[in-house]
């Protein structure tokens, strides 16, 4: 059993939207901060976007990578166990496979090295 299942991708043309989801399992949802993370052919994974936990001080905080910041928004369901992340404007350069992991603590520390299968997102002409 996968700790996330993620969905949402597809194939878009450049300026579209999609929506991608991130369904947790096996895991107290709202103990942790959980980040979107892509990776492209022949390069590593990087971080996209992040939402804290809902127990922090900064209850359910965002944070943006640079290239993504304005046109990206992220956001979490504690019912529903899922994060979502809203992706508008979309560039040639946001195609990747995403993926979704947990933080062990605030955003922009260490990770568990538990993935999904990941989403494809393929933005051209």
């Known amino acids: 059993q996968l700790n996330f299942v993620e969905s949402g991708g597809g194939l878009v043309q450049p300026g579209g939207s999609l929506r991608l989801s991130c369904t947790a399992s096996?895991?107290?949802?709202?103990?942790?901060?959980i980040g979107w993370f892509r990776q492209a052919p022949g390069k590593e994974r990087e971080g996209v976007s992040c939402?804290?936990?809902?127990?922090?001080?900064?209850?359910?905080?965002?944070s943006y990578a640079d290239s993504v910041k304005g046109r990206f928004t992220i956001s979490r369901d504690s019912d529903k166990k899922t994060v979502y992340l809203q992706m508008n404007r979309l560039k040639p350069e946001d195609s990747a496979i995403y993926y979704c992991?947990?933080?062990?603590?605030?955003?922009?520390?260490?990770?568990?090295?538990?993935w999904g299968q990941g989403t494809q997102v393929a933005v051209s002409s």
């Open positions: 992991a947990a933080f062990k603590g605030p955003c922009g520390g260490d990770i568990h090295d538990r």
């Open positions: 096996g895991m107290t949802f709202d103990y942790y901060a």
């Open positions: 939402i804290g936990s809902y127990y922090g001080y900064a209850r359910d905080g965002t």
